[in-house]
């Protein structure tokens, strides 16, 4: 059974703080991906990274920045968080190449800036 | 800019009927529509894709069409029941992206 997880379903931290939001997947997958959720804007892109190493700034990268040092392993920075950060954040995965495959994702982490 | 909208943020059906969400897009040529649930508190969860060039895809009490001259997606639940109540997302990729953009999914409650 294919997985993604996150390192925390609920996180709390205080604005300036460094955070730091971790995504594992077990499926071997050459692309992932971050996003946050927030009602009435729907799912954004913040990166993804297609490679070990490799990445590609979203629909929304102000503010954050990310890792890949293994391919089953991506991070989500936030350098200094602030207020508007308080969201939900998903990570995904999928395949490379093969473009009907869909995008597993993770349960989330409900992230609140204070 | 790319838009994608569904048609409501929140839809009641009663019970045992077929319940439509729609999935509207503009300044888009997707190749690929994707269908999602997602549960309060959960990530998304992949129903159905369908391509540019197929008007109709079935998966038991599920079916998506495909009409890209109005830029429209339509996805029926048959026989609705409680269970089926979630938010129900559309996402669009392009050939050569991995991308995929989404709505801002429609809230489905199903009345018993």
């Known amino acids: 059974d294919v997985k993604v997880t996150q390192s925390s379903r609920y996180l709390v931290k205080r604005t300036g703080e460094k955070v730091f939001l971790e995504c594992v997947q077990d499926m071997d997958h050459e692309n992932m991906f971050w996003y946050r ?73 409900r992230l609140t800036v204070l | ?54 008007k109709e895809k079935r998966k038991e009490r599920l079916k998506v069409t495909f009409d890209t001259t109005l830029k429209q997606s339509l996805f029926h639940i048959t026989a609705s029941q409680p269970a089926d109540s979630a938010t129900y997302l559309c996402a669009l990729s392009n050939f050569g992206n991995e991308k995929l953009t989404f709505g801002t999914g429609t809230r489905l409650t199903i009345i018993p």
Do not use: H
Not at chain 2, 7 to 19: D, F, P, Y
Not at chain 2, 28 to 38: D, F, G, K, N
């Open chain 1, 37 to 109: 959720q927030d009602p009435g804007l729907g799912l954004r892109l913040i990166y993804f990274s297609y490679d070990v190493k490799m990445k590609e700034k979203g629909d929304i990268p102000e503010g954050y920045s990310v890792s890949r040092e293994k391919k089953e392993r991506f991070s989500l920075i936030l350098e200094s968080a602030s207020t508007n950060q308080t969201s939900m954040y998903l990570c995904a995965s999928r395949r490379t190449g093969m473009f009907t495959d869909t995008q597993y994702f993770g349960p989330g982490t």
């Open chain 2, 1 to 54: 800019s790319q838009k994608i909208e569904q048609n409501s943020e929140a839809l009641n059906i009663q019970e045992g009927k077929t319940a439509t969400l729609t999935c509207n897009y503009t300044n888009y040529s997707p190749a690929y529509l994707q269908w999602y649930r997602q549960d309060p508190g959960r990530g998304p969860v992949f129903l159905l894709l369908i391509r540019e060039n197929e």
